[in-house]
Nanobody, 120 residues
Framework: QVQLVESGGGLVQAGGSLRLSCAAS????????MGWYRQAPGNGRELVAV???????NYADSVRGRFTITRDYAAKTVYLQMNSLKPEDTAGYYC??????????????WGKGTLVTVSS
């Protein structure tokens, strides 16, 4: 099995910054990509940012220029630096990883989420 553990959420004022971390552990052969999704109350889960094993990054339009995703390959950890936070960024943030756990193909794994609240 593969476990993803997030940390770094909290309460911040608009314009502030937070840094989220997600560490992967368990039976991991290859991590193809890692990323962050978020879900606000009453909304569906949406992609925030993703980074591939090759280092390619993709961002939601709503966060591009404010958020930065990075990855420590050796530590199997992905980070999300969130700057210039807005109240509309308030959501549960979930780590996602597409991993080969030895089965020979990739599978999606999810963390339990960390709450980010941005006050106006």
């Amino acid at each position: 099995q593969v476990q993803l553990v997030e940390s770094g959420g909290g309460l911040v004022q608009a314009g502030g910054s937070l840094r989220l971390s997600c560490a992967a552990s368990g039976s991991i052969v290859t991590i193809y990509r890692m990323g962050w999704y978020r879900q606000a109350p009453g909304n569906g889960r949406e992609l925030v940012a993703v980074i591939t094993s090759g280092g390619s990054r993709n961002y939601a339009d709503s966060v591009r220029g404010r958020f930065t995703i990075t990855r420590d390959y050796a530590a199997k950890t992905v980070y999300l630096q969130m700057n210039s936070l807005k109240p509309e960024d308030t959501a549960g943030y979930y780590c996602n990883a597409f991993v080969d756990n030895g089965a020979g193909y990739g599978m999606d794994y999810w963390g339990k989420g960390t709450l980010v609240t941005v006050s106006s």
